[in-house]
């Protein structure tokens, strides 16, 4: 597609279940991000993919989070066990490549826990 | 310990004014930097991004860089109210070579009619 594609667009869960958001990102962009932004906050990084590895996953906050990325496209961001504090909105970016390429988001997936 | 910071706002200015929006960044050495704009609701697109060799002029936007005083300034002349949105300032974070930006919590800037 012609931009970075989440799903769903928005999600409400019970608290204790587990959720999947996807991303696709821009064809032919190696670098794919995964960053969170709880109501009026800035942005949280998560999680870098250059191709189908994570150099860098720093900023999932615990291990109840993992993405994974399979054919150097979609990645799927899966959050176990849910709380009421992983609410927020969950951003994924793409960049044809790493260091200070252009980042292009997607609109994001909207979750709420209740 | 954040690495950058906005004066979350709101920034009101009156349409047709000039809007100064100001970031601070904590690395000495951080050689881009960059602007994102998003409108509620939406997700942030780019709308500008210098080096640390310059300022930069894009139409109605202007970045600028003090490396002294290690802020970095978006300038938005003849403000519209379409320009009404959170701003949010970007630097990679530390040397790694990843892309990964760290962001400031945004200024929400509104232009009144």
């Known amino acids: 597609g012609a931009g970075v594609s989440q799903s769903p667009s928005n999600k409400v869960t019970e608290k204790g279940k587990d959720v999947e958001l996807r991303c696709d990102p821009i064809s032919g962009h190696t670098a794919l991000y995964w960053y969170r932004q709880r109501l009026g906050q800035g942005l949280e990084f998560l999680i870098y993919f250059q191709g189908n590895s994570a150099p860098d996953k720093s900023g999932l906050p615990s291990d109840r989070f993992s993405a994974e990325r399979t054919g150097e496209s979609v990645s799927t961001l899966t959050i176990q066990r849910t709380q009421q504090e992983d609410s927020a909105v969950y951003l994924c970016?793409?960049?044809?490549?790493?260091?200070?390429?252009?980042?292009?988001f997607g609109e994001g997936s909207w979750l709420t826990v209740v | 310990q954040k690495e950058v910071e906005q004066n979350s706002g709101p920034l009101s200015v009156p349409e047709g004014a000039i809007a100064s929006l100001n970031c601070t960044y904590s690395?000495?050495?951080?050689?881009?930097f960059f602007w994102y704009r998003q409108y509620s609701g939406k997700s942030p697109e780019l709308i500008m991004f210098?080096?640390?060799?310059g300022d930069k002029e894009d139409g109605r936007f202007t970045a600028q860089l003090n490396k002294a005083s290690q802020y970095v300034s978006l300038l938005i002349r003849d403000s519209q109210p379409s320009d009404s949105a959170t701003y949010l300032c970007?630097?990679?974070?530390?040397?790694?070579?990843?892309?990964?930006?760290?962001f400031g919590q945004g200024t929400t800037l509104q232009v009144k009619p």
């Open positions: 690395d000495r050495g951080s050689q881009s």
């Open positions: 970007a630097v990679p974070a530390g040397s790694s070579n990843t892309g990964k930006l760290i």
């Open positions: 970016a793409s960049s044809v490549g790493p260091g200070g390429n252009t980042i292009y």
């Open positions: 210098i080096y640390s060799n």
